[in-house]
Nanobody
Framework: VQLQASGGGSVQAGGSLRLACAAS????????MGWFRQAPGQEREFVAA????????FYAQSLRGRFTISRDRPKNTIYLQMNALKPEDTAVYYC?????????????????WGEGTQVTVSS
């Protein structure tokens, strides 16, 4: 499976962006699809994930309430709606698919990654 992320950009603090990640190619078993982000000099961190079979959402505790993950099944696409953005949300955002286990927040369990999309939030 291949993942293609889109929707990044530059916004002012308080603004919103919606990221999309389209999955295509040979079907594989997926437990979760998720979003991670990585700021310069920092480790990649979990943002949100959605269970592929049930669409159950999971969030990093610090982002709950501002970010919403969703899925369009016919389009094999997941979305990340980001509201009330803050400068500290600035990072490269990656979508990924976990076909290895039911672990949700560990990036090491995600075996397929899309190219990142830059999100920049200015104050």
């Amino acid at each position: 499976v291949q993942l293609q992320a889109s929707g990044g950009g530059s916004v002012q603090a308080g603004g919103s962006l919606r990221l999309a990640c389209a999955a295509s190619g040979r079907a594989i078993h997926i437990y979760h699809m998720g979003w991670f982000r990585q700021a310069p000099g920092q480790e990649r961190e979990f943002v949100a994930a959605i269970t592929w079979n049930t669409d159950d959402p999971f969030y990093a505790q610090s982002l709950r309430g501002r970010f919403t993950i969703s899925r369009d099944r016919p389009k094999n696409t997941i979305y990340l709606q980001m509201n009330a953005l803050k400068p500290e949300d600035t990072a490269v955002y990656y979508c990924a698919a976990n076909g290895r286990s039911e672990t949700i927040r560990d990036p090491g369990q995600y075996d397929t990654w899309g190219e990142g999309t830059q999100v920049t939030v200015s104050s």
